[in-house]
């Protein structure tokens, strides 16, 4: 097809042509273009459907406020629901399809909805689908989901990378028109760090959609010689095609740069989008502002659209979108549309200017204040019914119909921390309010500066007063005064468009304030106004004025929602950049990995970590096998397990024991160096939040260990105690768990096996280091090392560890000097198994629902001191006769089974909520007894040892008696450990 619609000029490169496709017909454009001009070039007006009633939509905008050309790009796994067509670069081989319509785009058999408009109003979903109830599954939220939505998915993974990053600045410029470009010329002179970014392709903000001179040059010339001197600054980076979506706490303002989006083929491995955290000192909003339309019967027609928006596509992409036009407009701004048009050979109808004192032209006809009152068309502009000065009616024939009612600052970014715009009576429009987020400021068009003299030299000296400097001097240009009356919409409209994405009409307004919705919050949210992929950029101050009419109030004391990042719609990909896949949950590999993986190691998942869950030996065909022979070797003789996942924390400084007294609430104030302490930690309300080791290497140096699936959690928890709670204390934290390869050496021979590596000059006899102890020591002749003399086995066992990048090697070494003794590792079965046998806690009974009561731990809540916690522990309701207590459970037929999740009931009974009495945490095999044990909580649990009770598992059918033991199965006198 021809670009019968193509106009001399432009910043088009008509040198090289552009093929594409649009709902499966080929087209041509050129490059510069966007897919919505090149469209119109192609007199292609109809480009989308509306959400709810599916009413044909042509573009509105030429920018990214755009409600209504929302289309869907690429093929494939590539395919990209909801672009703007009016920001989307055109480029060879680009295709793009329609949306929201079905089956075709000329005829969406959904439109069947604006027939039925009456009884589908603003807040129809509250009063509908009620009866009957059965419905709703099988009808109307079936229907519901199936017409919800705009675009659709591809089903396929994103083949696409998208990546983040991070960059510093001293100022931040958002916005690369007149006062952005001047702003950072001036920044630019300061030697600071500059970053200037825009959301275009191409740099000049409105300077390249007008005709004016900047100079007595062509505007576009200035753009080029500033954007040639700011390229050449070492001090500035530019970034085009870059929207600055959100400002965020502490001077962070989030970026998304398009990288590949404009190319046909990207180069392997460049991401498409790249995420930027921009940390600013200070920040310059120079975002222009929006041209806002003007609401009257059947404004949304393809071919009806912002007069500003229409001269961009003329001045900037040499692409009318008619052969013949009319000008709507209340302000001066819709005659320059209709003078360049003109000059452009654009056949003007006539301007409607709703003043009756508006100016008159030689070249077209200038209707005094008129007004559009419909307009005609099925698929697109026809006509356009006006009213005239003296009431009598005239059709003027059109193929497009460019609407202005004023313009708004882009006041967006400045209230993405809370803040509120506040109202300009002389512009009729939002101003940026006095709450900024900390270190931004505003110039140009975004501050209402709407002339483009005022705008350059706004753009300036803002940019001084921030620096300090002086400001660079503005070039001559346009500095016509700008006076914008209010006209919102008008009077005896019956279906004008407000929101044009979400089919919000002024009469939907009206309802909203006829059933008592008048708060703009609710507003929004009974009609939907704003609440579209555009966040009602062109929409929102028309449905807040009529608000306010109806209210017989002023604007401002309706007031105005607030507007929240993103800026734009952004990509999930480019929120999550590398972070998908195994990226998005990166398996952390403990230091013996590669050598557990040499012997055939089972892994399982623990968190983040992959670690060594059973190590299968030859003949052994069932996981038990493997898992019990480790138990039973291990205390035989002696078994490693690596236990680098265990949290490492280290506390240092003078105050570092009584950080941790507060920590814990056990004591550690007066522990001795050289000594290691279980400790108990507690949440604020008292309940059990971790329990580990603390070791004291020297006076103001701790080690601290959690469990694995605590180790984050407890280091925030202690990190907030520092900084929030006790920031007088002279302490410092660094978690240390990905620092030190650790193991644990358990079983008889583990002293034996330890005294072959350690170093000689260290005794770590029974005497010499004696349980509980601790030591900075070296091994293998000189490799610093760590000892800790504690143990979860019940066996006499040690946890040693090294630096990280030691730990295969000291693996390895192990277990070549532990073959003497029948040395095996063991994986987190066995370990389970073993600490299951001795009676420790671990996650399973550190729930979040436990005390230091129910884990038999009260005595080590200690009344002589305060720590977090230990008030709210004592509370009465944690402290029952009746509590839960920590109690051992085996099978009386040592063949039944234990499973965890069990409760406990009496041996006789009815067995329901009401008579339960407790239930199982963990539960595995014992090898050394021959027979399945468990731990769980029992009320008053501490008196029933011995007694018989049933285990019911209604979810397992399962019900077995058995018998209260003690918790500790194996060694409960802790002779083994001390040996």
Known sequence: MTQINRVSGGQIDRSATFKFKFDGKSYTGHPGDTLASALLANNVRLMGRSFKYHRPRGPLTAGSEEPNAIVELGEGARKEPNTRATTAELFDGLVANSQNRWPSL?????????????????????????????FWEKLYEPIIRKAAGLGSLSMQEDPDVYDKGFRHCDSLIVGAGPAGLMAALTAARSGQQIILADEDFAYGGRLTSETFSVDDAPALDWVKATIAELSSCPNVRLMPRTTVIGAFDHGIYGAVERITDHLRNAPAGTPRQILWRIYAKQTLLTAGATERPIAFDNNDRPGVMLAGAMRAYVNRFGAAPAKRVAIFTNNDDGHRTAADLHTKGVKIASVIDTRPDAPKSYDYEVLSGAQVVDSMGRLGLTFAEVKLADGTMRTVECGALGVSGGWNPNVHLTCHQRGRPTWNSDLAAFVPGGTLPPGMHVAGAAQGIFSTQGAMQSGAQTAADMLGIKAAPSPATEDAPVSQTPFWYVEGCSRAWLDQQNDVTVKDVKLSHQEGFRSVEHLKRYTTLGMATDQGKTSN?????????????????????????????????????????????PTRLTPSHYWAKEQGAVFVEVGNWLRAQWFPRPGETHWRESVDREVRQTRASVGVCDCTTLGKIDVQGTDAAAFLNKIYCNGFAKLAVGKTRYGLMLREDGIAMDDGTAGRLAEDHFVVTTTTANAVKVYQHMEFVRQCLCPDMDVQLISTTEGWAQYAVAGPNSRKLLQKIVDPEFDISNDGFPFMACANITVCGGLRARLFRISFSGELAFEIAVPSRYGDALMRRLMAEGEEFDVTPYGTEALGVMRIEKGHAAGNELNGTTTALNLGMCRMVSKAKDSIGSKLSERDGLNTTDALMQVGIMPVDAKDKITAGGHLMAADGPVDAAHDQGYVTSAAFSPSLDSMIGLGFLKNGGTRIGEKMRLVSPVTNLTVDVEIVSHHFVDPEGDRVRA
């Open 541 to 585: 101050i028309g449905g807040l004025a009529i608000m306010a009419e109806l209210a017989g109030k002023a604007i401002p004391e309706v007031g105005t929602t607030i507007f929240r990042p993103p800026y734009t719609p952004t990509a999930i990909g480019a929120l999550a950049g590398r972070m998908r896949g195994k990226d998005f949950h």
């Open 106 to 134: 000329a005829f969406d058999a959904m439109a069947i909805n604006d027939r039925f408009s009456n009884f589908l109003t603003a807040g129809f979903y509250y009063k509908t689908f009620m009866w009957p109830a059965a």
